[in-house]
Nanobody, 127 residues
Framework: QVQLVESGGGPVQAGGSLTLSCRAS????????MGWFRQAPGKEREFVAA????????SYLDSVKGRFTISRDNAKNMDTLQMNSLKPEDTAVYYC????????????????????WGQGTQVTVSS
C-alpha cells in the first residue's frame, strides 16, 4: 500500500512561484512513476506533469510547459513540482499520484494510469 503526502501549497500572487512536494511511503519509491494532477472548482481532474521511475522521462500539460518542472529524489522517496510564473488559472487542488504499472519507461497522463493518490493541496493564485 502506497501512502502519498503532499505539501507546499498555499496562496500566491500571479507571477509568483510555489514548490509542491510529495513524499511516498509503503512501497519502493524507485518502482513508482509519479504524477501531479489538479482539479479546479467545477472542473474535472486534469493531468499536470509526470516523471518516470528512473527520472529519465517526463511529460507536461501543454499550458504548464516552460513554467512547471517535475523532479524526483529516489533517495528521499520524494518528488517535487516546481511551479513558476503562476497564473490565476493554475488555481486548483493539486494531487500527487503514483503508478505501480510499468509503461516501458514512458509515463501515463491519464487518471487511470495511477493507482495511488494523495489527499491534495490547495494552490490559489490571485491576480
Amino acid at each position: 500500500q502506497v501512502q502519498l503526502v503532499e505539501s507546499g501549497g498555499g496562496p500566491v500572487q500571479a507571477g509568483g512561484s510555489l514548490t509542491l512536494s510529495c513524499r511516498a511511503s509503503g512501497y519502493s519509491f524507485s518502482s513508482l512513476d509519479m504524477g501531479w494532477f489538479r482539479q479546479a472548482p467545477g472542473k474535472e481532474r486534469e493531468f499536470v506533469a509526470a516523471i518516470s521511475r528512473s527520472g529519465g522521462s517526463t511529460s507536461y500539460l501543454d499550458s504548464v510547459k516552460g513554467r512547471f518542472t517535475i523532479s524526483r529524489d529516489n533517495a528521499k522517496n520524494m518528488d517535487t513540482l516546481q511551479m513558476n510564473s503562476l497564473k490565476p488559472e493554475d488555481t486548483a487542488v493539486y494531487y500527487c499520484a503514483a503508478a505501480t504499472s510499468y509503461y516501458g519507461g514512458r509515463v501515463s497522463s491519464s487518471l487511470q494510469g495511477y493507482n495511488y493518490w494523495g489527499q491534495g493541496t490547495q494552490v490559489t493564485v490571485s491576480s
